[in-house]
C-alpha cells in the first residue's frame, strides 16, 4: 500500500486515510437519494430504483479511478445543479418530442455520453489542464475561499438537501423570533418549532464540537463531531418529540432493485429520440453541460488541493490530467447506467480537513458508496443538520485562504471579490469562476495591461459571456 498510495511522502497514514474517507462519505451521503429523487421524482418507482443504483455505481467507479490512477483524495458523484438543469431539459425533451418521461431521460443520457468522451478527450491531450493553467493566479488563490462562502450558504441551509421540512434554518429560527412576526406564517412551509429548533441546535453543537476536538488536535474531529451530532438530533427527537428516528429501518427493504435498473437505465441511452430535438438545440445543450462541469470540477480540483497544500508555486496541482480523467471517466459510467454528469464534490474538502491526502480516501469513500446499495436505508437517517455542521467547519478553513491573495492588486481583489458573493448566491462554481475571469479580463484591458492577458484565458472569458448572454 505504501507503494501505491505514497503514505510517508504525503504525511498521513492508512488510518487517517480511512477515516477521512469515512468523513467525506457521511458529508456527502445525501447525494445517493437526492439525485434520484431530482431526476426521478413524480416518476415511476423503477426509474427512481435505476437512477439510485446508477448513483451508487458511477460515484464508485470514479472514485476508485480518482484513488487509484491520480492518488487524490478527491470524491465524485453527480453533481448538485447539473442534476436538476438534467431533469429540466428531459421534461422540455418530452414536451418537445411528444415522449414520455423515461423516454426523454433516455435521450438526455446521449449528452451525458457525448460531454464524458469530450471531457475524455481534452483530458487525454491535456486541453482540460491548459485550461487551469489559463486562469490567473489571483483567481486560482480565490478559488478556495470562494468554495469556503459556498459550503457556509450550504451548511446553513441544511433543508437544501430536503432532508427536514422546506427551511433556511437561521433565517427562519430568527424570523420565529422577530416581534409582531407571526410564527405560523414562518413555519407555513411545513414542520414545527421544536424541530427547526432541534436543526438548529444541532447544527451548532456538532460544530462547536468538531472546533474543540480539532484544537485538541485529535485528528478524527470531523467525523466525532458529525456523530456528535447525530447523537444529539436522534436523543432529541426520541425524548422531546417522541420519534423514532429508526422507525424507517423496520420496513425498509435492502435488496438491490438491478431488475428496475436494466429496464430503464442501464445502457439505455436512446440517440433515435435524442436526434429529434434538432442539431442546434443537442449541440448547445452539450456545450452548455460541459462549460458548467468543466469548471466546476476545476474550480473544486484548485480550491480544495489548495487546502491541502497540493499546490505548487505556481498554483498547479500534481496529477492534474489524471484527476481530470477519473472526472471523465465517471461521467461517461454515469450515461451508460443511468445517472447526470458525475463530478468531482466540494464536500471532498471535509476529507481533506479530517486528514485525506492519498487516493485510499476516496477508495474508502468509494467502496461505501457501493455498500450503500445495500444499506441505503442507514445512511439515509444521517440528519443533514450533523452534515452542515461538518461543511461549516471546513468553509471557515478554506476561507483562511484568503490571506494568500494580494488585496493591494485591484486585478486580484475585485475577480476574488466577484468569486465570493457570486459561488455562494447562485451555487455554481462554475459561474463564479466565468464572472471572475470577466471581470479580471476587462480590467486587464481598461488599465492598459491587455498584453499581460494570455490568449487563452481571453477565449475563456468570451466563451463564458457568450455563455452567460446568449445560451443560458
Known amino acids: 500500500m505504501e507503494k501505491l498510495f505514497k503514505f510517508r511522502e504525503n504525511g498521513t497514514n492508512p488510518r487517517t486515510e480511512v477515516i477521512a474517507g469515512v468523513t467525506t462519505f457521511m458529508t456527502m451521503a445525501y447525494i445517493i437519494a437526492l439525485n434520484p429523487n431530482i431526476l426521478a421524482g413524480g416518476q415511476e418507482q423503477s426509474l427512481w430504483n435505476g437512477v439510485f443504483l446508477a448513483t451508487c455505481i458511477a460515484s464508485a467507479l470514479a472514485m476508485f479511478v480518482m484513488g487509484f490512477l491520480a492518488n487524490k483524495p478527491f470524491a465524485l458523484a453527480p453533481g448538485l445543479g447539473l442534476n436538476s438543469f438534467f431533469a429540466v ?241 465517471g461521467t461517461v459510467a454515469g450515461s451508460v447506467t443511468g445517472t447526470s454528469t458525475v463530478t468531482t464534490f466540494v464536500e471532498s474538502s471535509s476529507g481533506v480537513a479530517a486528514g485525506g491526502r492519498t487516493g485510499l480516501t476516496a477508495i474508502t469513500t468509494g467502496i461505501l458508496f457501493l455498500a450503500c446499495i445495500f444499506i441505503a436505508p442507514v445512511a439515509a437517517i444521517i440528519p443533514s443538520a450533523a452534515t452542515g455542521s461538518a461543511l461549516l467547519y471546513v468553509g471557515f478553513l478554506m476561507i483562511g485562504g484568503l490571506k494568500k491573495v494580494d488585496f493591494d492588486d485591484i486585478c486580484q481583489l475585485v475577480p476574488v471579490a466577484i468569486m465570493l458573493i457570486v459561488m455562494p448566491f447562485t451555487g455554481s462554481i462554475g459561474h463564479g469562476i466565468g464572472l471572475g475571469m470577466i471581470c479580471y479580463t476587462v480590467i486587464k484591458i481598461f488599465t492598459g495591461k491587455a498584453k499581460e492577458v494570455s490568449i487563452l484565458t481571453y477565449i475563456i472569458s468570451i466563451i463564458f459571456a457568450i455563455k452567460f448572454f446568449l445560451v443560458v
Open 89 to 329: 431539459v428531459s421534461t422540455n425533451i418530452a414536451a418537445i418530442i411528444g415522449c414520455s418521461y423515461l423516454e426523454a431521460y433516455q435521450a438526455a443520457l446521449c449528452i451525458i455520453f457525448v460531454e464524458g468522451i469530450v471531457f475524455m478527450v481534452l483530458s487525454i491531450f491535456n486541453v482540460r489542464e491548459k485550461i487551469v493553467e489559463a486562469i490567473p493566479l489571483g483567481i486560482r488563490l480565490g478559488i478556495s475561499p470562494a468554495i469556503g462562502m459556498l459550503l457556509l450558504k450550504v451548511g446553513l441551509t441544511t433543508s437544501i438537501y430536503g432532508a427536514e421540512g422546506s427551511w433556511n434554518p437561521l433565517q427562519d429560527f430568527f424570523s420565529a423570533l422577530t416581534p409582531g412576526l407571526a410564527r405560523d406564517s414562518v413555519l407555513a412551509g411545513g414542520g414545527s418549532w421544536g424541530e427547526l429548533c432541534l436543526i438548529v441546535i444541532t447544527l451548532f453543537i456538532g460544530l462547536f464540537a468538531i472546533i474543540v476536538l480539532a484544537q485538541r488536535g485529535i485528528k478524527a474531529a470531523v467525523i466525532l463531531g458529525m456523530l456528535i451530532a447525530c447523537a444529539v438530533y436522534w436523543i432529541c427527537e426520541a425524548v422531546f418529540m417522541g420519534v423514532n428516528p429508526f422507525a424507517g429501518l423496520a420496513g425498509a427493504s435492502f435488496v438491490p432493485a438491478f431488475g428496475d435498473m436494466a429496464q430503464t437505465t442501464l445502457f439505455k441511452l436512446n440517440f433515435h429520440d435524442f436526434f429529434q430535438i434538432g442539431w442546434f438545440t443537442g449541440v448547445t445543450l452539450i456545450i452548455t453541460f460541459c462549460i458548467i462541469d468543466m469548471f466546476d470540477t476545476i474550480g473544486t480540483l484548485v480550491g480544495t488541493a489548495s487546502r491541502a497544500n497540493m499546490l505548487d508555486e505556481e498554483g498547479k496541482m500534481p496529477q492534474m490530467k489524471e484527476a481530470m480523467i477519473s472526472d471523465a471517466i
